[in-house]
């Protein structure tokens, strides 16, 4: 077998349905198998995976990200890995570009997808602003990144709706680090909200580049990312933004293990820009007011995504060093992920500011502002009802 495409999914069988229709369309690509990782959900996810031929479904109690994905790896057979969301649609010609770039190029240890939208619903003005100045949806392409050109090259990274890997070097540098837990429409309760712990992706890129391997840009293998209308809220780019902070608070820690000297430049560095955001958001503030402008109303400024960035991330390292055992025990949550009988013990191991400063549920709950005073208070922290 050459190729083993892997589809880690929780509670979405209606998205599955779709992804794995697309792939049914490339059959006549290269020899491949496709293998559906039901991430310990609730729904129809078993019945939609067998109901297409030949997908091989394998469930993983644990749920968390990275654990469905290294479950889906070690049930694999194939020489190289390719790693797709549950949202996403596999053009014609990706599975043979993908496995010509790793014969072509022995270096090369993940070959990172084109990664284009397909939304559901024409999103506003405001959220296209958001996506500029981050990429929240998690797309890959020259639109989103001037500095990918037409053709193949090598990059710093891939995006974890489609990258593929060499399967003998995802396994000599362990797989991917800790990711999220949960998906943000997980919201009911005793159900994971959305937990960012760590770099995921990114995570995976620079390890085999230390490794001395190359990440190669493959736009031939593309893809087209569902966005879907709750990815198009304020509700979602807060909370997105937000959880971005804590996993780079907590990967710094973990992961990349960052000298003393280094952890205080990074912080002098984090502390510029926290001033240099809040001065460019007060400004656009101001300019709006003067003009009477509410133009971006009900939606929300792309200056306050770095906003809420810093803020919370100078919150969470606080956290982290009143507790210097919480770091490591977020990254086995993110690596091992938590099997249902063990939630309330894992959450109740957990200090209670942690638990305030990621409960996501306030930023879900607090979106209905329509004018720039009712705007200015939530950033204060009012918490009097919008």
């Known amino acids: 077998m050459t190729l083993s495409i892997i589809i880690p999914t929780h509670n979405r069988a209606d998205q599955l349905d779709r992804t794995l229709r697309a792939l049914g369309a490339l059959k006549g690509e290269i020899d491949h198998e496709v293998i559906v990782v039901d991430n310990n959900s609730t729904d129809r ?22 654990k469905a994905r290294r479950t889906g790896a070690e049930n694999a057979v194939g020489s190289y890995l390719l790693f797709i969301d549950d949202d996403v649609l596999v053009a014609p010609g990706s599975l043979d570009a993908i496995v010509r770039t790793f014969e072509n190029d022995p270096t090369c240890a993940i070959v990172a997808a084109q990664i284009l939208p397909e939304f ?60 999220t837990v949960g998906v943000e429409t997980n919201m009911g ?33 593309y893809c087209h990312h569902v966005i879907p209308p709750t990815r198009c809220t304020v509700s979602f780019w807060r909370s997105r933004m937000i959880g971005e902070a804590h996993q780079r608070a907590v990967s710094e820690s973990v992961f990349y293990r960052l000298s003393r000297i280094a952890r205080w430049e990074m912080t002098m560095k984090a502390s510029y820009r926290q001033m240099k ?89 607090s979106c209905s502002i329509t004018t720039l005073e009712q705007y200015r208070r939530f950033l204060e922290g009012d918490k009097e009802k919008k």
């Not at 709706?161 to 540098?173: I, L, S, Y």
């Open 277 to 365: 955001w809040k001065r460019k958001f007060a400004q656009r503030l101001q300019l709006l007011e003067a003009f009477l402008i509410d133009s971006n109303f009900g939606g929300m400024l792309h200056e306050e995504l770095w906003v809420q960035f810093y803020k919370s991330y100078f919150e969470i390292k606080a956290v982290l060093r009143r507790y210097p055992d919480l770091a490591g025990l977020l990254w086995k949550i993110g690596t091992e992920g938590v099997k249902n009988e063990e939630y309330d013990d894992v959450v109740g191991s957990l200090p209670v500011e942690f638990l305030d400063i990621t409960d996501s549920e306030r930023y879900y709950n």
């Open 189 to 221: 309760a005793r159900n994971f909200r959305k937990l960012y712990v760590g770099p995921g992706d990114s995570g995976l890129s620079y390890l085999v580049r230390q490794k001395g391997f190359t990440v190669v840009y493959q736009p031939k293998a």
């Open 120 to 179: 559901l619903e024409t999103p506003p003005d405001w959220a296209i602003a958001c996506q500029r100045t981050f990429n929240g949806w998690s797309l890959y392409n020259s639109d989103m990144n001037p500095d990918l050109g037409a053709g193949v090259q090598n990059v710093e990274w891939a995006a974890g709706p489609m990258m593929a890997v060499r399967r003998d070097v995802f396994f000599d540098v362990h797989g991917f680090p800790a990711d």
């Open 45 to 66: 996810t078993k019945g939609v995976a067998e109901s297409h031929d030949p997908v091989r479904y394998v469930f993983e109690p644990s749920t968390a990200f990275s």
